[in-house]
């Protein structure tokens, strides 16, 4: 079975502060994917990144940047320069690589930056 | 393109009643998947679909939750009868091949 933890209920950061967000997860299988997914006060879910796992390359995308690594079973997810509008509670999951197959979902991480 | 479609967006029923939530996947798309949002236990699977059939219902809480998707463009999630504690969010998403799930606006649903 799969598993994903997501050790921080709630983070506040001061606008401005960087922030990173903790994932960790647990499969059998050796091939799968990680996603991180954002939920705004609107509710809906809002995908940020995928990665493979043969692919441990970290990848930053503006402010965003994320660093997988195998050898600890972690993803984590981080915000530079933090604003108001990156409040939302933040998602990490994973997937089995073969087939049409669920997501496995973390508790989230309630964000919370304040200007 | 309209993304994966959930009505009603918001429903509010009383205990003991039926509910009907309803998702209409992207077109194309051979995968539906219904999940469940609570406080408690976050974002879990309820049931998902394959081609119209049903792969993996282990998720469904009991015999009173019920999925079916009659067809590719298709699928309900009733609850009957309804109690207290299913009050929550519901999202459907759908996928075609690919990792990526593509989900709805979601429906919130309170049962008082």
């Known amino acids: 079975a799969q598993k994903v933890t997501q050790a921080q209920t709630e983070i506040s950061v001061v606008e401005k502060e960087d922030v990173t967000l903790d994932c960790v997860y647990e499969?059998?299988?050796?091939?799968?994917?990680l996603f991180w997914y954002k939920q705004p006060p609107s509710g809906e879910l809002v995908f940020l990144i995928r990665r493979n796992s043969f692919d441990e390359q970290n990848e930053i995308s503006g402010r965003y940047s994320w660093n997988f690594q195998k050898s600890t079973s972690s993803f984590n997810f981080t915000i530079t320069a933090s604003q108001v509008v990156d409040s939302a509670v933040y998602f990490c999951a994973l997937k089995l690589y073969s087939g049409n197959t669920p997501l496995v979902f973390g508790k989230g991480t309630r964000l919370s930056v304040i200007a | 393109d309209a993304g994966v479609i959930q009505s009603p967006r918001h429903e509010v029923t009383e205990m003991g009643q039926e509910v009907t939530l309803r998702c209409k996947p992207i077109?194309?798309?051979?995968?539906l998947f219904w999940y469940r949002q609570t406080m408690m236990r976050g974002l879990e699977l309820l049931i998902y679909f394959n081609n119209n059939v049903p792969i993996d219902d282990s998720g469904m809480p009991e015999d009173r939750f019920s999925a079916k998707m009659p067809n590719a463009s298709f699928s309900t999630l009733k609850i009957q009868p309804s109690e207290p504690r299913d009050s929550a969010v519901y999202f459907c998403?759908?996928?075609?091949?690919?990792?990526?799930?593509?989900f709805g606006p979601g429906t919130r649903l309170t049962v008082l």
């Open positions: 998403a759908s996928s075609l091949g690919s990792p990526e799930q593509f």
């Open positions: 077109s194309g798309h051979n995968s």
């Open positions: 499969t059998r299988d050796t091939t799968y994917y």
